[in-house]
């Protein structure tokens, strides 16, 4: 048989090796060496003790075993048995309990092996959770003490065929409904082989991970991978590794490793406790390989750990990105060997599945960093497509699809649960693109939040609030929560705290806020204190169960005292007094609430440190040139106590609208609409139970759909000249003129009524607050006057695209104005002549008018 298609065949080779195995670290001087021949010796001895306590071939074992050594030992005796091995993270406290008791109803025909306290423990939970103790007394009856294994007689081995189940992977993820991936010999074989290949792993070589061997980095990137190419294996105990993180480092000096193995997290971990003015002495260069997976990677935490140690020697070339998951065995994109470490800067605003991504420079406003983890191993193929499975173009973001020989074909017992397209593609329901032949991973889409109209990702909000001094590592979560809409979701942020004043965590969680909106332009709505944050048995935080303890109303009581001492706080300094000392701090001199900033030393450096200062301390956005805009400490006050400086949402228009060298400044073009015309529109509007202004306004909508190209419009719209609102209009759920008028005409009789979303509402002498739109973007107005006024002048200061309607003698003028300065005359008067003609082509086809 091929020697790729069978797990037991790697014994084939390495059962006569007496000096290469594995080293078990069980303290920092405490090794264990056991040769690949001792291994299988013992694992045919201790599959003749599972044979003796009734487990047969197609059985499943459950595996509670803490030990490194004996858990590969029963591993590879259930391998060389044709038992089906279930590993799980020992069982420690009532999470790891409750999937215990839910992967064991997920078998068929169980065993469970642990130790008697193991046993104990569950026993324990079923007493306090009695809708568990019928599935913990099945497993009682069907438990193997791992104190009464002898291994003192050998068993034959039992032959294996490539499509037979060699074992099950149950993620680290929901314990309230594990799924257990189904693994082949074939799968795991031709995973294996491509990593083999990939990295060009020789025979001989020296590997070391601290990872569980619950976990399929561990198992089968560190174990299985290397007892296959017969290298020589160190694994640390996964304590020893928390309890002294330079240790992982001190061995691989020591024993002259080749290549590590951890996710994100054990970098991370080792910096925090590295100390760079310390020499250690050691020497890395022969440390050819960091693989990095597992988790989202961090750039700068990649970057760091490369730098801090390339002083003893270590290649800059090691660090080795990777993808990967449980139904990919666990190996989908490597980065090669002796290759960079490479990332891109992308624009944060661009991340919706669909959407082409934008590349940025490293540190331009907006950018965010994202680690190219390489291109497809031999054993799988990657696709990106939306969630209907269609494939997207190159560098667009989708979902990330697998097919190959190492993909799972399923999970255990659940045949309906993988989501698999007709032609075998799976989607992992990680979110990514493709860009130069290479993957690029962005997140699960179960970690995006939609705030604000940005895609964030859980991760980014994280990393960045742990730059806060006060702030601990590891130990913050971030997620979406319901929020006053359908559509839209509320930033929570929760820190582990372990003070009792909530007075100094409302200055911490005032700092995170400001840095949060600082570095990423977000706004964070609660900061919330807890005791702990939960987490996976390997770590992962559990995000959504924060989620859900906010939402059922556990957080209501300390989110409303920690606003009570925010409102005490802000009712002793207001916001001329916070001005007059901060301005002082600055310009080192007391300063007049009427003294020009410009004329009292406040050059544009101090002013644009006082616009930091604005939003770093207090959460004001107040640019540098709305410093100069008001440039006293009295303007300014008024400025800011009226909300300082707003920002509207745009549209982006394709840069032929753009005049790169201005002209006269507004220019305009106006059209009438004559009685007939009105007639029909109006009669349109009457069928639809709406109003003739809505049926403009949804040509105006449609018009800016088409023009843009974007899916979500948005527009202000004006009824007088006092005020004006905010609407957005989502077009994939429009179908028809009638449906898009009813929508418009909805979310603008709502907004107007009983004060929901008066956020989006606002009074004519907030102009001067407007911020200009970004650069291929517009501010567009929709103006309806009803006693045939005109009122452009004031909104074309601000607006970059206006249509008025001015009703009179039963027709409609219709006015288009715009700034020329920015817009070309002659594409706006393209875009006015389509618009016309769009309504005519309504009133033409008034019976069969759709979107």
């Given amino acids: 048989m091929d020697k790729h298609r ?66 590969l030992e029963v591993f590879w005796a259930c391998i060389l048995g044709r038992i089906i091995a279930v590993p799980v993270t020992v069982a420690t406290n009532d999470e790891t309990k409750l999937k215990v008791c839910k992967v064991w109803g997920k078998l068929s025909t169980p065993h469970f092996m642990g130790s008697e306290a193991t046993m104990k423990g569950m026993a324990s939970f079923a007493e306090e959770q009695p809708e568990f103790a019928p599935s913990v007394d099945a497993i009682k009856s069907r438990f193997i003490d791992i104190a009464s294994l002898k291994g003192e007689s050998s068993a034959d081995l039992m032959e294996a065929e490539p499509d037979d189940i060699a074992f099950i992977q149950f993620s680290s993820g929901s314990t309230g409904d594990p799924k257990g991936v189904v693994l082949t010999h074939s799968n795991v074989m031709a995973n294996v082989a491509a990593m083999q290949k990939i990295w060009h792993i020789e025979a001989g070589e020296r590997v070391l991970s601290w990872m569980p061997l619950t976990h399929d980095m561990g198992l089968i990137a560190m174990h299985l991978l290397h007892a296959f190419t017969q290298s020589s294996q160190f694994i640390m105990r996964t304590k020893l590794f928390i309890l002294n993180p330079l240790l992982w480092i001190e061995k691989a000096n020591k024993h002259r490793v080749n290549r590590l193995y951890s996710p994100n997290f054990g970098y991370k971990y080792f910096l925090a406790f590295y100390d760079s003015e310390h020499d250690y002495g050691w020497d890395l260069s022969g440390l050819s390989c960091l693989c990095n997976g597992a988790e989202p990677i961090s750039t700068e935490i990649s970057e760091r750990f490369m730098e801090q140690l ?97 993909v799972t074909r399923g999970y255990y017992n659940e045949p309906e ?104 332009g977000l706004f964070i709505d609660h900061v919330i204190p807890v005791k702990s944050i939960p987490k996976t048995t390997s770590g992962k935080i559990q995000r959504y169960k924060l989620g859900e303890q906010y939402t059922s109303g556990q957080f209501d009581s300390i989110i409303h005292d920690m606003e009570t001492i925010k409102t005490k706080q802000a009712a002793f300094e207001n916001t001329e007094q916070m001005l007059l000392r901060l301005c002082q701090d600055l310009l080192g001199r007391e300063l007049g609430v009427h003294d020009h900033f410009n004329e009292s030393g406040g050059n544009s450096l101090i002013l644009t440190q006082l616009s930091d200062e604005l939003e770093k301390w207090h959460g004001f956005s107040v640019s540098v040139p709305d410093l100069y ?117 909805t979310k603008l009789e709502a907004r107007s009524g009983n004060g929901d979303g008066v956020e989006s509402v606002y009074a004519a002498k907030d102009l001067d607050r407007i911020q200009q739109s970004e650069e291929l973007r517009i501010l567009p107005l929709f103006v309806i006057h009803a006693d045939g006024s005109s009122t452009q002048g004031q909104w074309l200061e601000v607006f970059d695209l206006v249509i008025e309607l001015a009703e009179y003698d039963e027709q409609v003028e219709v006015l288009c104005g715009f700034n020329s300065r920015k817009l070309k005359e002659h594409k706006i008067k393209e875009l006015f002549t389509q618009y016309m003609l769009l309504l005519a082509d309504i009133v033409e086809n008034s019976d069969k008018v759709s979107v």
Wanted: glycine share 8%.
């Fill in 6 to 71: 069978l797990m037991h065949q790697i014994f084939a080779a390495n059962r006569e090796m007496v000096d290469r195995g594995i080293t078990f670290i069980n303290e920092a001087d405490e090794e264990e060496f056991v040769s690949y021949r001792q291994l299988y010796e013992r694992s045919l001895c201790l599959l003749h003790d599972l044979r003796h306590y009734g487990v047969q071939a197609g059985h499943e074992l459950l595996l509670q075993i803490q030990d490194n050594r004996l858990f």
């Fill in 310 to 406: 390339a002083k003893y020697n270590l290649p800059q070339t090691a660090m080795r990105p990777a993808y990967g998951l449980a139904e990919g065995t666990v190996g989908v994109c490597f980065t090669p060997q002796n290759e960079p470490f490479k990332y891109v800067a992308v624009d944060r605003r661009f991340l919706r599945i669909g959407e082409t991504v934008r590349l940025l420079k490293r540190g331009e406003a907006g950018s965010l960093l994202y680690v190219d983890v390489g291109g497809p191993i031999e054993s799988c193929e990657i696709m990106i497509a939306d969630e209907h499975g269609s494939p997207l173009p190159m560098s667009t973001v989708g979902y990330i699809f697998i097919k190959g020989p190492s």
């Fill in 417 to 520: 649960a993988a989501e698999r397209q007709a032609d075998e593609w799976l989607n992992t329901a990680d979110i990514g693109f493709m860009l130069n032949g290479r993957l690029i991973v962005v997140g699960r889409a179960k970690d995006i939040l939609f705030v604000n109209g940005q895609n964030v990702f859980s991760h980014d909000i994280e990393r960045v609030a742990e730059e806060v001094d006060g702030v601990e590592l590891w130990n913050v979560a971030a997620c979406g929560t319901g929020g006053t809409t359908a559509d839209t979701e509320e930033a929570c942020l929760f820190l582990l705290y372990r003070g009792k004043n909530l007075e100094a965590f409302c200055e911490l969680a005032s700092r995170v806020k400001q840095h949060i909106h600082r570095k990423m």
């Fill in 629 to 745: 805009k008001y440039p006293t400490i009295a303007k300014l006050t008024a400025f800011i106590d009226r909300g300082g400086s707003l920002s509207l949402p745009s549209v982006g228009m394709d840069e032929a609208y753009f005049n790169k060298e201005g002209s006269q400044g507004v220019s305009a073009f106006e059209a009438e609409l004559d009685s007939e015309t009105c007639r029909v529109l109006q009669a349109i509007a009457d069928e639809a139970k709406t109003d003739l202004k809505h049926v403009l306004l949804s040509g105006f909508l449609y018009l800016l759909k088409l023009a843009s190209g974007e899916g979500m419009i948005h527009v202000q719209v004006a009824a007088d000249e006092n005020q004006f609102r905010s609407l957005t209009i989502d077009f994939a759920g429009v179908d028809s003129l009638e449906t898009l008028m009813v929508l418009a005409a």
